[in-house]
Structure formats: C-alpha cells, structure tokens
C-alpha cells in the first residue's frame, strides 16, 4: 500500500488557548486502511480529522493529502479539494429536509458537474435503500438517513472517507448495521479515516486504532484482523507487540 495521509510535527493551539488541541502529532495513513481514532471528548480526535478534511489549519507542522500539502492551498483550493477528493460522513445526518433521498445523494456531483444519477441510485441500492429514493427525510428512520448521507459522501468516488462519530446520533443496533456497512464499503478498497470514542465499535471493524489524549497519540495498534479483541493486536508505539 501506498501513503495516502501524512501529518507532520502537527501543533494546533486556538485563539486565547493555553495549551494545544493538538501537540506535535505525526502520523501517516495509507491507502487502503480502515483506521479508527479513539479518544474522550476534548482529546484532540476531531480536530485531527479537521486538520486531514483541510477544514482547519495548524498552527504549525504540515498536512498532506495524496501528495498534495494542503498547507499551499487558498481557501477556494481547499474547497475543490474537498469536492474532489474527500467524502464526509458526519455524527448528525445534515440532509436538506425539503429533498427527497436521490436528490440529497446527488448534491455534491451536482456541484461537481456530474450526471450521477444512475449512480446515485445504485449507491442507494449497494447501502439497501434504494426503496428509499423518493422519501424525505422526515419519513426516514436514523438508519436510513444515515445511509443516505454515506451514499452522498461516495457519490464523486473520494479518495478518502472521513467518518465523524458515525454512530453517535443512533440506537446499538443500528450503529451496528452502519459500521457492517462502512466495512463492506472498505472491504471494496475505500479508504476510511473514522473518528469514534467506542473502543468495541474500533476494535470490531477497524484494522487500525490511534488513540488520542491531550492532543497526543498515546498507542498506534494494527489489528491483525478486524473482530480480534484489543490484545491482539501489533503496536505500532509503545512497548506491547503480539503474537
């Protein structure tokens, strides 16, 4: 696999903070990885995957995306960048309530200047919604909805996957069923960078777990397989390695 993401000696300190929300994380991804970022609230989690999405900039060390350092990159760069290369998968589903699910689908290859529908309806279809495409989401469960929004997150066929708590705003059972989902959309060669405080939910399907505290990586582990418990795993820092 090749190196998809890289962070470099990244420092993110807020306007009026004393200590950073991020302090000097260095960490790469490649392509082809389903990796999970863990860590409480205020960790640091969020503003990492920020820092990959070009939403934010750090106060010092440089982020690059497939070989692009999005440290030389304006606002409107950022922009095309993000339309082009990156699908966002959020906690909330942020479907526009008066469009129906295909057309929701269908927003950013609209903005790309795509004609996506039959696409959009086969994404649909892949996430087992396609009895879906004409409902608002008023008349969608959780689930739905946030298979929607995975849908119009891979409608311009990203380079990367960023997944902010996927499974926050839903049941157990249905977060379940969103994570069985990403897996099998990772298992399709999509790259996927996931935010989550659940260690089962990481452990179970993610091949890759960083944990995040005060704006640190403190254990970077590459299970073996995915579903294997959090013992058996390779550590890529710290001291434990397994079998």
């Known amino acids: 696999m090749s190196e998809l993401v890289r962070l470099t000696d990244v420092t993110k300190v807020y306007q009026g903070g004393i200590t950073g929300a991020l302090n000097g994380v260095s960490v790469s991804v490649e392509k082809g990885e389903f990796t999970a970022i863990m860590g409480p609230s205020g960790s640091g989690k969020s503003t990492l995957l920020n820092m990959v999405a070009g939403l934010d900039r750090p106060t010092s060390g440089g982020v690059a995306v497939g070989g692009t350092d999005l440290g ?3 606002e409107a760069g950022l922009a095309r960048f993000r339309r082009d290369h990156i ?3 959020f906690q909330f589903f942020y479907l526009l309530p008066n469009l129906t699910a295909l ?3 269908l927003i950013p290859a609209q ?3 795509n004609a996506a529908t039959g696409r959009a309806r086969a994404l649909l279809e892949r996430l087992g919604i396609k009895d879906v495409e004409d409902k608002y989401p008023a008349r969608m469960s959780g689930g739905q909805q946030q298979r929607v929004a995975i849908a119009r997150a891979l409608i311009n ?4 996957l960023l997944a902010d708590e996927p ?3 839903l049941d157990t059972h249905t977060g379940e069923q969103v994570m069985e989902l990403l897996g099998q959309v990772h298992r399709d060669g999509q ?3 996931l935010v989550t405080h659940d260690a089962k939910l990481a452990t179970r399907h993610a091949a890759r777990v ?3 505290m005060d704006g640190k990586i403190v254990d970077d582990a590459r299970l073996e397989s995915p579903e294997r418990a959090p013992s058996d795993v390779i550590r890529v820092r710290g001291e434990e390695v397994s079998r």
């Open 72 to 74: 030389k990159l304006g």
């Open 87 to 89: 699908g966002f998968v």
């Open 103 to 105: 057309e929701n689908v």
């Open 111 to 113: 903005l790309k200047g």
């Open 157 to 160: 066929n990203p380079t990367l």
């Open 167 to 169: 499974t926050g705003a």
């Open 191 to 193: 790259t996927i960078l």
């Open 210 to 212: 960083i944990s995040v």
